[in-house]
């Protein structure tokens, strides 16, 4: 593996973000898919991919697979403006997406993605109940970053994924205020049920309600 073959192989794949043929909010193809399309070892794939990441522009989600996250530069300075933001400010910001996110999601949700949001909430319960902070905040991030792919909006997901990183400080700022209790839990069991039940109404208001 040379450096020069995993920057070609980056920049496939970021092609491939660019032009629309892997959309914000989907899955790209497996490792193997991609070692055999691209023609190239399982160790430049990775690294590549890892890069990525790294960029913002893709989220290796555990069990699940890799997502495209971002199309372009704009998490970087989001997510600068985010870090100067006010608490109170971030999480209005954090309303404005979910609410509708949830909403559409009701609607525009397919099997797959109802698959995908309760292997999320699952994930999210389990960490919950085994008191670990720091891969529950990042269970929850990932089970509404699900709920945004479920929206099927790829600009709404794009703006989404650039806000990421200042979602998950509010997260955690939240729980180190509080701590793990039971009266700083929120169940989101309720939101991904009714997005499952198709139900556009409830599921916004389910999640307007935890972020008032």
Request: proline fraction near 2%.
């Given at each position: 593996m040379t450096y020069r073959l995993v920057e070609r192989v980056i920049e496939e794949l970021r092609a491939k973000v660019t032009s629309g043929e892997w959309p914000?909010?989907?899955?790209?193809?497996?490792?193997?898919?991609?070692?055999?399309?691209?023609?190239?070892?399982?160790?430049?794939?990775?690294?590549?991919?890892?890069?990525?990441?790294?960029?913002?522009?893709?989220?290796?989600?555990?069990?699940?697979?890799?997502?495209?996250?971002?199309?372009?530069?704009?998490?970087?300075?989001?997510?600068?403006?985010?870090?100067?933001?006010?608490?109170?400010e971030v999480v209005e910001v954090r309303r404005a997406f979910e609410v509708e996110a949830a909403r559409l999601a009701a609607v525009r949700r397919t099997a797959a993605d109802v698959a995908d949001l309760?292997?999320?909430?699952?994930?999210?319960?389990?960490?919950?109940?085994?008191?670990?902070?720091?891969?529950f905040v990042e269970a929850d991030v990932a089970l509404h970053a699900a709920i945004l792919a479920a929206a099927h909006n790829e600009m709404l997901a794009a703006l989404y994924a650039s806000f990421r990183s200042a979602m998950r400080a509010t997260v955690a700022q939240s729980f180190q205020d509080e701590g793990m209790t039971a009266e700083s839990y929120v169940d989101?069991?309720?939101?991904?049920?009714?997005?499952?039940?198709?139900?556009?109404e409830l599921a916004a208001k389910e999640a307007g309600a935890y972020l008032e």
């Open positions: 914000v909010g989907g899955r790209i193809p497996t490792e193997p898919q991609l070692v055999e399309a691209l023609g190239v070892g399982r160790n430049t794939i990775r690294e590549a991919v890892k890069a990525l990441v790294h960029a913002g522009v893709l989220e290796t989600r555990q069990g699940s697979g890799t997502y495209v996250m971002s199309s372009d530069e704009l998490a970087g300075v989001v997510g600068r403006r985010m870090a100067a933001a006010e608490f109170a309760e292997r999320a909430l699952d994930r999210r319960e389990a960490a919950w109940a085994a008191g670990r902070l720091h891969e989101h069991g309720r939101l991904v049920a009714a997005i499952r039940a198709g139900d556009a």
